[in-house]
Nanobody, 117 residues
Framework: QVQLVESGGGLVQPGGSLRLSCAASGDVSSFNTMGWYRQAPGKQRELVATITRGGTTNYADSVKGRFTISRDNAKNTVYLQMINLKPEDTAVYYC???????????WGQGTQVTVSS
């Protein structure tokens, strides 16, 4: 059973930075893509960024140029470096790991990011 454990959320002022980490455990050998999604109060969960095992990345337009996703395949860990944070980045951030076949998604428990002065 694949499990994901996130860390690194918190309260930060506008313009500040945070780094999120997510470590996967279990048999992840068939899971190719890891990523981050977020959900703000009253809104649907949305894509933030994803990265494949080979390093191909994909970002939401709203975070391009401010967020950087990376991964350490040896540690089965994905990171999200966030700079120039804005109040609209406030949300619960969820780590995701995905397998194409059989189609499978696993989610972390979520970590709160609050951007406020």
């Amino acid at each position: 059973q694949v499990q994901l454990v996130e860390s690194g959320g918190g309260l930060v002022q506008p313009g500040g930075s945070l780094r999120l980490s997510c470590a996967a455990s279990g048999d992840v050998s068939s899971f190719n893509t890891m990523g981050w999604y977020r959900q703000a109060p009253g809104k649907q969960r949305e894509l933030v960024a994803t990265i494949t095992r080979g390093g191909t990345t994909n970002y939401a337009d709203s975070v391009k140029g401010r967020f950087t996703i990376s991964r350490d395949n040896a540690k089965n860990t994905v990171y999200l470096q966030m700079i120039n944070l804005k109040p609209e980045d406030t949300a619960v951030y969820y780590c995701n790991i995905r397998r194409v076949w059989p189609e499978t998604d696993r989610w972390g428990q979520g970590t709160q990011v609050t951007v406020s002065s």
